[in-house]
């Protein structure tokens, strides 16, 4: 079966209600699909309406130089990196063609997939997960700079032009459905954030990520004795440093018979 092409796709924004088309905002991996029972997505926002919620209050580590708050001699505010320019709403909403560099799964999605249900606007708890799961979201988004996100989609909207006059929509498909499992360590995500939001050693309202890192070291160490584990490793051996490093491999992976 021949997968569709995202360049035929447009929807409705779920924040300022726009009518957009692909290129032009974000859509959710699963914007064709069903994810099962009665949650169907079609999950469009655009860049600036996909932001961060209020619910929680998440610390975001900005570069005081980007901001333009270093504070010179005479006390005027100096701008040591003149080719920027400061980006307050960096880390808070996401942009267009994030699409194109992170796979985008909304939080309704992750949030379907992590409770097999959608969120009950009743539900204290449930708002806050949702307020989690966002941030995990534009965290991967924003692993990305602002500046690579807009080079890129330039670059894509160039080739689907060029592309018009021999009539072909370019190689953009459609990625295909989200697993019904947490394929991407989502759950992982949002226990670090949780712990990042208690009491530090050095701040009241936040620990260092030195010291949340820890939650993603107790998952991965109780994945290692997991029976779905590779049963095969191979050793890689850089002889001009004299450092060697293992590879997991597949369980058939160099299998004798």
Not at 161 to 187: I, M, Q, S, V
Not at 200 to 212: A, I, L
Not at 229 to 253: C, H, Y
Request: glycine letters at 8%; proline letters at 4%; aromatic letters at 12%.
């Amino acid at each position: 079966e021949e997968r569709p092409r995202c360049t035929s796709y447009k929807g409705r924004c779920k924040g300022c209600l726009k009518t957009i088309h692909w290129l032009q905002g974000l859509f959710c991996t699963n914007f064709a699909w069903s994810l099962g029972g009665s949650h169907s997505c079609q999950g469009v926002w655009c860049g600036s309406c996909y932001t961060s919620d209020d619910s929680h209050k998440f610390f975001c580590q900005y570069d005081e130089r980007e901001l333009h708050e270093v504070i010179g001699a005479n006390g005027e505010k100096m701008n040591l990196w003149k080719h920027k320019s400061p980006d307050e709403r960096q880390f808070l909403e996401a942009r267009d063609g994030d699409i194109l560099l992170s796979p985008f799964v909304c939080h309704e999605c992750i949030f379907f997939i992590l409770k097999r249900r959608s969120p009950s606007g009743n539900s204290r708890a449930d708002e806050l997960l949702v307020s989690v799961i966002k941030r995990a979201v534009l965290d991967s988004l924003w692993s990305r700079a602002r500046s690579n996100v807009r080079q890129n989609m330039n670059q894509v909207l160039a080739n689907i032009k060029n592309l018009e006059a021999y009539e072909l929509a370019g190689p953009y498909y459609d990625p295909g459905r989200t697993p019904l499992y947490d394929c991407c360590g989502w759950e992982c995500a949002v226990s670090f954030l949780i712990n990042t939001l208690g009491q530090g050693t050095y701040f009241e309202c936040h620990k260092q990520y030195d010291t949340s890192r820890h939650v993603k070291g107790t998952v991965a160490n109780f994945e290692k004795i997991s029976f779905h584990l590779p049963e095969t490793r191979l050793a890689w051996v850089d002889e001009e440093n004299g450092k060697s490093k293992e590879i997991p491999q597949g369980r058939d992976f160099l299998s004798v018979e």
